[in-house]
């Protein structure tokens, strides 16, 4: 056994095993019904699917938006060298938000039914239509990726030529989806708990999204550099931080805010499951990381900054998760918990946007920017050491 995981590779052999499960959980799922792979009923109708795979994957990948505004329209170029792998995050993950969408609703083939039904009232229908839209918008500003690898020199100059307007229809399209995901719960203001039920949800929901996007710019670039080997952009990923940072902060003063407006402050003593997640949440997710990534010394410490990161992550995933589960329980009076299939679908689809960004990493230039950079600073040196040489020979010619 030793001698086949050393031979294979322990995370392949997990890999190849959380997928084969995966795929029996998916045929129980479409070939059984919902009812007989999922712990949902009528009381509770969104889980795992809706609160891990679509609330967080949209979030998570939020890096690309921002990303992408600060390179091409703020024109801060320096951020380069990541945008590519940032970019790529933001693509894989709306792929499998979508994926991960399609095993949640009852009639998955009819998803197409956004695209020719309209109903310009509901907000799903707004969301359904800017993920479909932006998806496209990031396989887009991907595409010169696939492009520069088959050599397409004339369609990637075509492509470029519409580069910023796409940017700006991507960040437009994502501002609009990231906050609308929080206005799917405005409805619900007797339904939801107080702590995390307020008519600001939309401007939450997008402040947090921007906060947790720049978590998992570092986090990726952190993984990816241990996976290909490659230098780790540390004068970038610090700025990265200090942004972060800052949107931990508005986010914070936000929601002190509205919990004063409310009256909402005694509940946070209030000793029940909900107020214990809640305080998890704000620990986790919004105290721990600001002091970590406030201090210079954290920032500059590559192990410092990749777990200030992974505490901005995981604090997201748990707002998101209370909000579409915790916040719910009480009204509905039940508990829930994932089945063993929801959650084996659920991690498939992780494993698999892991794997799918591993190979296009590998096979793909998706660092060339930071090759680039590199050989252009060796092109530089080499300039500037041969003109040291001919000024030396002239002078000495002079000499003699």
Known sequence: MKKFLSTFGFWKVVAVAIITTGLYSAYIRFFHGLGASTNLNDQFPWGIWIGFDVLCGVGLAAGGFTLAAIVYIFNIKRFEPIIRPTILTAFLG??????????????????????????????????????????????????????????????????????????????????????????????VPEKMYPLWYSPYMPVFFYTSAIAAGCGMIIFESFLSSRAFKRGLEMNLLTEISRVCVVMLAVYATMKIMDLSDRKMFSLLFVPRFETYMYWCEVIIGVIVPFALLSQKRVRNNPTGLFIGAIFVVAGFVMNRMNIAITGMEGWSGTSYFPSFTEFMITVMIVTIGFIAFYLIAKYFPVFTHEEHHEEKEVAHAAIAWKRDIESVSKMTEMRN
């Open 94 to 187: 709306y792929v499998l938000v979508v994926v991960g969408l399609m095993f949640d609703l009852g009639r998955p083939l009819q998803i197409w039914h956004a695209i020719i039904m309209w109903n310009p009232r509901s907000v799903m229908f707004e969301v359904a239509w800017c993920v479909m839209l932006y998806t496209t918008v990031l396989a887009l500003e991907f595409s010169p990726v696939i492009l520069e690898r088959f050599k397409m020199i004339k369609t990637i100059k075509a492509v470029k030529r519409i580069s910023i307007p796409l940017i700006i229809l991507g960040v437009l399209l994502s501002t609009l989806h990231q906050s609308s995901l929080g206005s799917l719960y405005l409805i």
